[in-house]
C-alpha cells in the first residue's frame, strides 16, 4: 500500500514569514494530494489539493507543488498569521482505481510566534 | 446540503455495552469511509463502502462492523470494544472515483471505559 512521509513534525516561524512542509509519497500510480488543516478537537478541513497533471496550484497565502518524477509533494504559507497555527496533514489517495481512500503522513504541528 | 453529519459528537461507553455511530450524507457521493484517529496521530483508514458495497477493510478487528443501509447513510457498530479504542471516529465521503476529493464529519469522540 501507499505509504507517505512528512517533514518537519513541529515548525515554528515566526508572524509574517513563510512555512514551508514537505512529503513524500511511495506509490507511484497515486494521483491526488490533499492538504489539509486540523485545529485541536475539529475535523480535517481541506485547504489545498493537487492533481499528477499539475505541478503547482496557488489560492491566495497557500501554494502546492508536486514533482511526480521524485514522488515528493510540498505545502507554502506565505505571510504566516496566528490563525495558520495548527496541525496539517498531506495525504495522498490510494490508487485502487475507485476512490480508495487517503493514507495520511503523521502531521505537521505548526506554531506561529507573535 | 455539503457536509457530513456524524451523531452522537460524544460518547462513553464500557467495555460490554453494544453502541453505534452514525454518518450520513446528501450529497450524492457513492462511496463512504471511516477513519480512526489517535490523540496527535493521522486518520487512519478502517472502511471503505463503494456503491453501498464493503469495498475495503484494513484488517480492522471484529469488534468493530461496519454497515451501508443506503447510499446516504453509514454506521459502526461497537461492540466489547477496549480502553485501547479510545479515539476520534472519523467519516467521510466523496464521488466513486479517484482524484475527486473527500469530505469529513466532525467526529465522534469516543472513550471506552
Known amino acids: 500500500g501507499e505509504n507517505v512521509e512528512q517533514h518537519p513534525s513541529t515548525l515554528s516561524v515566526q508572524e509574517g514569514d513563510s512555512a514551508v512542509i514537505k512529503c513524500t509519497y511511495s506509490?507511484?500510480?497515486?494521483?491526488?494530494f490533499p492538504w489539509y488543516k486540523q485545529e485541536l478537537g475539529k475535523r480535517p478541513q481541506l485547504i489545498i489539493d493537487i492533481r499528477s497533471n499539475v505541478g503547482e496550484k496557488k489560492d491566495q497565502r497557500i501554494a502546492v507543488t508536486l514533482n511526480k518524477t521524485a514522488k515528493h509533494f510540498s505545502l507554502h504559507i506565505t505571510e504566516t498569521q496566528p490563525e495558520d497555527s495548527a496541525v496539517y496533514f498531506c495525504?495522498?489517495?490510494?490508487?485502487?482505481?475507485?476512490?480508495?481512500?487517503?493514507?495520511f503522513g503523521k502531521g505537521t504541528h505548526l506554531i506561529i510566534q507573535p | 446540503d455539503t457536509e457530513v453529519t456524524q451523531t452522537p459528537k460524544h460518547l462513553v461507553m464500557g467495555m460490554t455495552n453494544k453502541k453505534s455511530l452514525k454518518c450520513e450524507q446528501h450529497?450524492?457521493?457513492?462511496?463512504m469511509y471511516w477513519y480512526k484517529q489517535k490523540a496527535k496521530k493521522p486518520p487512519e483508514l478502517m472502511f471503505v463502502?463503494?456503491?453501498?458495497?464493503?469495498?475495503i477493510n484494513e484488517s480492522v478487528p471484529s469488534r468493530f462492523s461496519p454497515e451501508c443501509p443506503n447510499s446516504s447513510l453509514l454506521n459502526l457498530h461497537l461492540h466489547a470494544l477496549q480502553p485501547e479504542d479510545s479515539a476520534l471516529y472519523l467519516c467521510?465521503?466523496?464521488?466513486?472515483?479517484?482524484?475527486?476529493?473527500?469530505?469529513f464529519g466532525s467526529g465522534t469522540r469516543l472513550t471506552v471505559v
Open positions: 506509490d507511484s500510480a497515486s494521483n491526488y
Open positions: 450529497m450524492g457521493h457513492r462511496a
Open positions: 463502502y463503494s456503491y453501498e458495497k464493503l469495498s
Open positions: 495525504a495522498a489517495e490510494d490508487s485502487g482505481g475507485g476512490a480508495d481512500g487517503l493514507t
Open positions: 467521510a465521503s466523496s464521488q466513486d472515483r479517484p482524484n475527486y476529493g473527500y469530505t
